[in-house]
């Protein structure tokens, strides 16, 4: 037993065993299990109430018959009574959560001829409630009184009955008179309530606030009778009263107990402890002004109404006052008379609202804006009221079904036809390549975030370039958007959209595309790009498609562009049945995990001439992809490849032009000038003798070095039984021969000199060796030169 039960215990243990006491105790628990205020302490409490009463603490039922106690003579913690009285107040049903169970609870006012008492019907309860009123008389049975916030209280429960008594059993209770006070006369007074009949002209959105850190959700109905308005607040759990009871405008509703308040604006009324009654009263209809949009100028406490003709998405901000951080949304409405912005704040930013809605806005501002093209705009606060899709009266309906049918969505073969610059479009399609945000400086010194896009719809496709925010976030490669508010720009060849703040980007289901016929990301990439073989390649080829294997790959190597930016180039060698051919990767994409026999698919590369031979290489605009397993299945398997690309070839037999021949030879007369210095500003060959006090002078540029580049270079013959020929190794090929790094070989240069190399230049001369090499004619010496790529064998 826990130390407070303990201590209650104490008290009674001459009067009851320790065992009983906790039996009981466990059994009242499972009789209140519905009260989240019931708990073991409430029910201890009980129990040494009715011993210290002397009541017999076995009786655990009462019956209908069993005396009724007046109100003034209940007592603190006596349980299983029955009281009688006519109910004076009658609260409705809220909801509570408690030890993770949603209930419901009611509270009723009751009176007798000695006072009166509020008692708590719980989520078992309720159902004997519907057959009463205000004004009826009840007796109920088999309840507990404990002390609440404002007294003494009854709490009912699961075997709780109730009855209905008769004016002759009870005919010194007091009378129930339900006066209905106009709104006019209203007036503020301490413990005072008011009953009113009146129609609801206004349910503004509800709000949510923070008290002593608790948050909180308030909505404030505006009513009307034939005498005045009046505002009539809920607080938290009442406010759910809007949707439980179905509560809208135009609606008439007795409120039975509302709770006047005074504020500078004049007095309201709360809802506490009363209970609003939705019917069929008699209550003047409300006449609504709806102001034509059309009619711009500033105004104040205004009605609109019209079709959501855009759309923008939520933007968060930082308040200078307090630093916290705020949420507005704009909007753009149409109603045949004009169109306008609207902004909406906080809380109702949250409204689910879709373009083609029709919208009606109660009690907002209009006010000049010399940022939108009609001057004015509409501004909300937290008393405006918005309605999503209200019944309006035919005329306005065909209006409004009018300007509905122009916003559908434009085909992308319209957007390439047409010659709009500058104009707000709406579009649908498929993200067919997705490249990578990049940063860029703008003219101010700031910096933004721009990312390509290419979307495809089936008759046609544009180039999206994302701004800001929009370029930052996760879009997925074939799946459909729709695009809303991108804006047109025209270019030499073909018409883009910008897309930034005022636009939207929605990713949308797989059922959309056959309502608007998008075909599938294949059938759109066959569409769009023109697959070709390596051999079928020409200079300036666009939108093709090149399926390959990776047969080398060089390391990256960073240069200076001209406005002193750092870039990074990467090139790697590909190669498919026909042929093989050199890609340059830039920047980003020169980063790319890349192995040898990794199958890749590009899309949209460039082809140029590159001095004798077309090479490839990617631009922004370029996809570099997965091949699917079909588009595997289509190339050579490795080994396969290496037969075709690296045709085996005899010295004698070697052309200008050959590329990727396998040649076995003998390695002899090796150079030990394997050392080149080279002009970091324009890659020019350093002199020996070009060394001053200063540094080392390019002859080409005139730049002082303090540093040269430095290329390994070894070159010698190479024989086999039909000839011989020039060779010359680079870089990594001769840090595999020599079996050292290339800033070691450099360190030992500086050091040493070249002749520390004499014995493994030695070892190496007579070296047979199979290499994979291109083929190029030295016109100076008028003979065939090999420029190996890769060593395949070595050995004596």
Not at 216 to 238: M, P, R
Request: hydrophobic share 35%; proline share 3%.
């Amino acid at each position: 037993m826990e130390e407070n039960l303990r201590n209650e215990y104490e008290k009674v243990k001459d009067k009851i065993s320790e065992e009983d006491f906790l039996k009981k105790i466990e059994l009242l628990m499972e009789e209140n299990e519905d009260n989240p205020f019931y708990n073991e302490m409430s029910a201890a409490e009980m129990i040494i109430g009715k011993l210290s009463s002397e009541q017999d603490v076995d009786q655990i039922t009462s019956d209908e018959d069993s005396d009724i106690i007046k109100i003034d003579e209940l007592l603190d913690q006596r349980r299983d009574v029955n009281i009688a009285g006519r109910i004076m107040q009658m609260s409705n049903p809220k909801s509570f959560q408690s030890k993770n169970k949603d209930g419901k609870l009611c509270n009723l006012t009751i009176a007798d001829d000695t006072g009166s008492i509020k008692v708590v019907f719980w989520t078992e309860n309720i159902r004997l409630l519907k057959e009463y009123n205000e004004g009826d008389l009840i007796k109920i049975i088999d309840i507990d009184i404990r002390k609440g916030y404002s007294g003494l209280e009854g709490s009912l429960k699961r075997r709780s009955t109730v009855k209905r008594l008769t004016e002759e059993e009870c005919p010194n209770f007091p009378k129930y008179n339900e006066v209905i006070t106009n709104i006019e006369d209203i007036e503020f007074a301490e413990d005072v309530t008011y009953n009113i009949i009146a129609r609801i002209i206004k349910i503004p959105n509800i709000r949510s606030y923070e008290k002593n850190g608790r948050e909180g959700k308030v909505a404030s109905l505006e009513l009307q009778d034939s005498t005045g308005k009046i505002s009539y607040t809920l607080w938290n759990k009442n406010v759910d009263l809007i949707d439980s009871l179905e509560l809208h405008d135009g609606d008439t509703i007795k409120i039975v107990g509302a709770v006047p308040r005074e504020n500078r604006d004049g007095i309201s009324l709360t809802h506490w402890d009363g209970r609003i009654i939705k019917g069929d009263f008699d209550v003047p209809d409300f006449e609504e002004n709806i102001t034509p949009i059309g009619d711009y100028q500033e105004m104040q406490n205004i009605t609109v109404l019209g079709v959501v003709t855009k759309l923008q998405d939520v933007k968060t901000f930082i308040r200078s006052n307090d630093g916290s951080e705020g949420k507005l949304r704009s909007f753009s409405i149409a109603d045949g008379t004009g169109e306008i912005r609207v902004t909406l704040w906080g809380d109702d930013v949250e409204i689910d609202l879709n373009k083609g809605d029709i919208v009606k806005i109660i009690d907002c501002t209009e006010r000049s804006d010399e940022y939108t093209v009609s001057g004015y705009s509409i501004n909300t606060n937290w008393n405006t009221q918005i309605v999503l899709n209200p019944p309006v009266d035919e005329e306005r309906l065909a209006i409004f079904e009018e300007i509905k049918s122009s916003l559908h969505p434009v085909t992308l073969e319209y957007i390439q036809e047409s010659d709009d610059d500058g104009l707000e479009r709406d579009v649908i399609g498929r993200m067919m390549v997705i490249h990578e945000a990049r940063e860029f400086e703008r003219d101010d010194g700031n910096f933004g975030v721009v990312r390509s896009i290419l979307l495809a719809d089936g008759t046609g496709k544009a180039e999206l370039a994302l701004w800001g925010d929009k370029a930052s976030d996760n879009y997925k490669l074939g799946k459909i958007y729709l695009i809303e508010n991108a804006r047109t720009r025209l270019g030499e060849m073909d018409v883009s959209l910008n897309v930034g703040a005022s636009s939207r980007i929605i990713e949308l289901d797989e059922e959309i595309a056959a309502k608007y016929n998008i075909p599938s990301f294949e059938e759109l990439e066959e569409d769009i790009y023109t697959y070709k073989s390596i051999d079928e390649l020409d200079e300036y080829d666009r939108d093709i498609k090149v399926i390959a294997r990776i047969i080398e790959v060089y390391d990256p190597r960073e240069f200076e562009r001209d406005d002193g930016s750092r870039g990074v180039v990467r090139n790697i060698e590909i190669a498919d049945a026909t042929g093989s051919i050199r890609l340059a990767l830039w920047d980003d994409n020169a980063e790319m995990p890349l192995e040898v026999d990794d199958p890749i698919k590009l899309e949209n590369p460039r082809v140029l001439y590159n001095e004798d031979h077309l090479e490839l290489g990617t631009t922004r605009n370029t996809s570099i992809l997965d091949p699917s397993d079909e588009e595997i299945d289509s190339l050579p398997t490795p080994d396969e490849l290496r037969e075709t690309i690296y045709p085996q070839k005899e010295i004698n037999a070697l052309e200008d032009d050959d590329r990727n021949v396998r040649i076995t030879g003998v390695f002899k007369d090796p150079s030990n000038n394997i050392l080149l210095a080279k002009c970091p500003s324009c890659g020019n060959r350093l002199e020996p003798d070009s060394e001053n006090d200063d540094g080392a002078v390019c002859s080409f540029c005139g730049d002082v070095i303090d540093e040269p580049n430095y290329l390994l270079m070894l070159s010698g013959r190479f024989e086999d039984d039909t000839g011989e020929v020039q060779i010359t190794f680079f870089d990594n090929l001769v840090e595999e021969l020599l079996e050292m790094d290339k800033e070691e070989i450099i360190s030992y240069v500086e050091e040493e000199g070249v002749g520390i190399f004499e014995g493994k230049l030695d070892d190496l001369s007579g070296m047979t060796m199979e290499v994979i090499a291109n083929v190029r004619f030295d016109e100076y010496n008028e003979e065939v030169r090999l420029s190996p790529k890769k060593i395949l064998d070595k050995y004596y």
